[in-house]
């Protein structure tokens, strides 16, 4: 089993698992610890937020996909413990376009899917509790993510035979 190097993801795999020990130790000596994905606060202190981030990726043909929204309660709970003022944060690259929205989570209580269509989209940026962002790729070709139909796999490997054969 042994090869003598370690997997290409194995940095980002021993700096999970060490901030999992850390994590564990801390809480065995009573600490009261929590994974939340960001913590944000203003320069005066006046606001300190714990943001529960989730991104999504979504590939051509369903960039209007909604997202299924994480239940917040042990975020919630994770930032009362710190005195942190709970948001979320929704972030997905649909193709051309990465839209971001940041917000508390009271102001999507009890909605279980964060839509994207843009009758949507267009709420979320006329709601004054919506903080939102877009960065556009105008000069960059959009590369079609879609997966291929087994049709067009089958295709592809019988052409790369037939090549072969020549």
Same mark, same amino acid.
């Not at 009261?32 to 960001?38: F, K």
């Not at 709420?123 to 962002?133: A, M, P, Q, V």
């Given at each position: ?13 021993t700096g999970d698992? $060490?901030? $999992? ?21 203003? !320069? ?8 529960? /981030? ?5 590939? +051509? ?27 979320? $944060?929704? /972030?997905?690259? $649909? ?5 971001? *929205? ?10 279980? *899917? ?9 709420? *979320? ?6 903080? *939102? ?7 960059? !070709?959009?590369?079609?993510?879609? +997966? !291929?139909?087994?049709?067009?796999a089958v295709n592809? /490997? +019988? ?8």
């Amino acid at each position: 089993m042994e090869t003598g190097r370690a997997s290409t993801r194995h940095s980002k795999i021993t700096g999970d698992f $060490a901030e $999992a020990l850390v994590l564990y130790w801390l809480s065995k000596q009573g600490y009261e610890c929590a994974r939340v994905d960001l913590i944000a606060s203003k !320069p005066d202190g006046s606001l300190r937020m714990g943001i529960s /981030v989730q991104g999504r990726s979504r590939p +051509v043909g369903l960039e209007t996909s909604s997202v299924n929204l994480h239940p917040p309660q042990s975020a919630i709970a994770a930032c009362k413990s710190f005195k942190l003022e709970p948001y979320s $944060a929704i /972030v997905v690259d $649909a193709g051309a376009v990465i839209r971001g *929205y940041l917000f508390k989570f009271e102001c999507l209580s009890g909605i279980k *899917y964060f839509q994207m269509t843009e009758r949507a989209q267009k709420r *979320y940026k006329s709601n004054k509790e919506i903080r *939102y962002f877009e960065l556009s790729a105008t000069n960059w !070709p959009l590369i079609s993510r879609r +997966v !291929p139909t087994k049709k067009a796999a089958v295709n592809k /490997v +019988v052409q790369g035979q037939s090549h072969r054969r020549r």
